[in-house]
């Protein structure tokens, strides 16, 4: 099983960028279509962006659209998401996870928190 360590939260003011490392054990990483996640407080989990395992196609949630990017690096086992004109309602606790999954795993998230 792919362990994954979130990391590159923080607070942000609104309009801000951040940009998340998603660090993944084990050899089939660069096989597997990635993507990013995040729960609000309050809220159910919900995807944010996918991309696949050689980084060609990439897709959105509408809410992200034009602003986030999504990325990888293969030979660095890791996943990036540049996150450009943050929101209030982007603030989230962001996973990681490969697209789909089970559900089951999930590494401990990293908290993103837009606020003047």
């Known amino acids: 099983q792919v362990q994954l360590v979130e990391s590159g939260g923080g607070l942000v003011q609104p309009g801000g960028s951040l940009r998340l490392s998603c660090a993944a054990s084990?050899?089939?990483?660069?096989?597997?279509?990635m993507g990013w996640y995040r729960q609000a407080p309050g809220k159910q989990r919900q995807w944010v962006a996918t991309?696949?395992?050689?980084?060609?196609?990439?897709n959105y949630a509408d809410s992200v659209k034009g602003r986030f990017i999504i990325s990888r690096d293969n030979a660095k086992n890791t996943m990036y998401l540049q996150m450009n004109t943050l929101k209030p309602e982007d603030t989230a606790v962001y996973y990681c996870?490969?697209?789909?999954?089970?559900?089951?795993?999930w590494g401990q998230g990293t908290q993103v928190t837009v606020s003047s």
């Open positions: 084990g050899s089939i990483f660069s096989i597997l279509a």
């Open positions: 996870n490969s697209v789909p999954n089970t559900g089951s795993y």
């Open positions: 991309i696949m395992p050689t980084g060609g196609s990439t």
